[in-house]
């Protein structure tokens, strides 16, 4: 027999019973579109949580401060309020810590913020130059705070799009007009492009100002309230933390690290937290979808031992003239890989739509790996083998005098 | 030409052993029409599973055209079948829903015979039967009983085989239609020199062959021609 032939003979062994090879083939289906849809929506979920970290800036160490102990005293102040955090400490971090790439020290506060009758609350930020490339902080209009402005205490403000919209009309020209923050008058110098709402606070409904001037004029002291430090690369992340950590500690004449007035954030370690969680949710997913490729596996095995049973003496007469056990086993194991490899394709396809739809409704970014089809295609071959090759031993080993005989 | 040689056939079941043949000798030169007779339990099955290589004797030798056939194995028994023997069975001879010119070509699919010249051998056994070529396409549950049994000798003719057994190829036929069956095969022994054994327990049908082989309690009890052989009047 040729493998054209077995094909043909496999082709007319299914068709002759449609309901029942599409309802088999229907369980394959399932299994496999579930397996390719949910690795997939696991996968993109993944991606748009790193997504949403990245945004905030890359490579990125923070500096906050943390509660302020002394020895043997348990009263603390919560973490991130204390105030022990200076201009000086993000001074000595640009002269010290040569790893980094740029450091913008920051403090912010919630104010009213008014404008030509309109007004909102927001958060301002008070910075410098380098906060755009450390935070991922594009322009869209105007310029961003420069070092000149800083130097000098200039009244100057650059607005998230949202607080924009808030003040001004939708699109209106806000460069050049004015805004008040705690009724002292700052002048709009830009506009920051938009960077969408992500897991981590919108960043497009902010005031930026010089760093210097919301010291002098908004917060009246020189604490900071975040440092943050950008690495030049991935690996140099935690040495540049270990420096940061040892540089301040001295600074602030702590001995003991727990003890330590601040708290440093490594963004790294973000992303391996949030991508574990995801991870976890991904093979959550894909077992109950590889539960469901079982299930339609041994749908497969269910309708080939019937179908061994009902054409037992098919077997018999097909043995009679001159068909060898290698022969009927070839057959019905054909049989049952051809069911699960049509149920594979079908799967695939349908697990496709089911992952383009869901990007295309806008639920989440989905894609489809190469290696969750690879994947599932060699799973639905394979069950195709294991379950297939039971009922067609038995198939094979069957007697023909007997199987003649069977009624 | 076939060669029985003190075949005997135990089959064991439990403790009991059932001995369903006990020393059958006989020979059967090529060309010759025999029937094979004999009451339900006598044996006559098991000596035609032997002669048709589906089974192998438990003593004794059985030569099929001087080849030891009593020794072999399954996929060498397949082989035999393949190569020498021609089937046709009483009922269920036919693949459902498939077409005469398939059911007919079977036995090349497992002969490596490529698919063009099957199509031509299965037409020209069919033909030999007499079947009318309009049929060739049908589907095996559209036909009659008479027509399904044409179909399968001309599926037991297709492979050239040495040895077409039938048996009771006539048993699910009203007689008219039997008599078609029985003319077929004695056309072909006759015009085409096929050697052809009949199982059967009928008498009348039995007397279509030119010499009956009377088997009863295991035992070959008569080996005699056909002094009147009815010959039928095929259509």
């Known amino acids: 027999m040729t493998p054209l032939d077995i094909l043909r003979e496999t082709y007319i062994a299914l068709a002759a019973n449609k309901a029942r090879s599409g309802l088999t083939i229907l369980g394959i289906v399932i299994g496999i579109s579930s397996v390719i849809a949910m690795v997939s929506i696991g996968q993109g979920a993944q991606g748009s949580i790193q997504a949403s970290i990245q945004s905030i800036g890359s490579n990125l160490i923070l500096v906050t401060p943390g509660a302020q102990r002394g020895p043997g005293f348990q009263i603390s102040a919560g973490r991130g309020s204390a105030r022990t955090l200076v201009q000086a400490d993000a001074d000595a971090i640009i002269k010290d810590v040569t790893l980094a790439k740029a450091v913008a020290p920051e403090i912010s506060g919630r104010y009213q913020i008014t404008a030509k009758g309109k007004n909102t609350n927001t958060s301002v930020v008070g910075t410098t130059a380098a906060y755009p490339g450390v935070r991922n902080v594009e322009i869209d209009q105007g310029s961003f705070i420069a070092d000149q402005h800083i130097r000098s205490l200039s009244k100057v403000a650059v607005l998230g799009p949202t607080t924009r919209n808030d003040l001004f009309d939708e699109g209106a020209d806000a460069i050049g007009q004015t805004i008040r923050i705690r009724s002292i008058e700052f002048k709009v110098i830009g506009i920051t492009k938009a960077k969408g709402g992500t897991g981590f606070g919108s960043q497009d409904d902010m005031v930026f100002v010089p760093l210097s001037s919301a010291q002098r004029f908004l917060a009246g002291d020189t604490y900071v309230t975040t440092i943050s430090v950008q690495a030049e690369n991935p690996e140099s992340m935690t040495i540049i933390q270990q420096q940061i950590t040892d540089l301040l500690l001295s600074r602030h004449h702590i001995s003991d690290p727990q003890l330590a007035d601040f708290s440093t954030l490594n963004q790294a370690d973000i992303v391996a937290t949030a991508s574990s969680i995801t991870q976890t949710f991904t093979i959550l997913l894909g077992a109950v979808a590889g539960i469901s490729l079982v299930v339609g596996g041994i749908g497969i095995m269910n309708m080939m031992l019937t179908t061994v049973t009902e054409r037992t003496r098919e077997i018999g007469l097909r043995k009679a003239i001159g068909a060898k056990r290698r022969d009927i086993n070839r057959q019905f194991l054909t049989e049952a890989i051809m069911l699960t490899l049509i149920g594979g394709l079908f799967g695939i396809a349908l697990g496709w739509t089911i992952s383009y739809l869901v990007t295309y409704f806008g639920l989440l970014q989905t894609a489809v790996s190469l290696y969750s089809i690879f994947l599932a295609f060699g799973v639905s071959a394979a069950i195709g083998i294991i379950f297939g090759y039971y009922p067609a031993r038995r198939a094979a080993a069957l007697n023909p005098i007997e199987a003649l005989r069977y009624e | ?235």
Do not use: W
């Open chain 2, 1 to 235: 030409m076939i060669e029985a040689q003190n075949i005997t056939k135990t089959y064991t079941t439990g403790v009991v052993d059932f001995q369903a043949l006990r020393g059958v000798s006989f020979i059967i030169n090529d060309g010759e029409f025999v029937a094979i007779m004999g009451p339900s339990g006598s044996g006559k099955s098991t000596l035609m599973h032997i002669l048709g290589a589906l089974d192998t004797p438990t003593s004794g030798t059985y030569l099929l055209d001087g080849k030891d056939v009593s020794q072999l194995t399954d996929d060498e028994l397949a082989d035999i079948r393949k190569d020498k023997i021609g089937f046709v069975f009483q009922a269920f001879s036919l693949l459902p829903r498939t077409t005469v010119l398939r059911n007919t070509a079977l036995p090349l699919l497992y002969a490596g015979v490529k698919n063009g010249e099957r199509q031509e051998r299965a037409k020209i056994a069919l033909k030999a039967t007499g079947l009318e070529e309009e049929n060739f396409y049908h589907l095996s549950n559209q036909l009659s009983g008479g027509q399904i049994q044409r179909v399968a000798i001309a599926r037991a003719l297709v492979n050239n085989p040495s040895l077409i057994l039938a048996d009771e190829p006539t048993g699910n036929l009203d007689s008219k239609t039997g008599e078609i069956v029985l003319g077929t095969f004695q056309k072909l022994n006759k015009e085409q020199g096929r050697t052809i054994i009949l199982i059967t327990h009928e008498h009348d049908v039995a007397e279509h062959a030119e010499r009956i082989l009377f088997i009863k309690d295991g035992l070959l009890v008569s080996d005699t021609k056909t002094h009147t052989r009815k010959i039928a009047r095929h259509i």
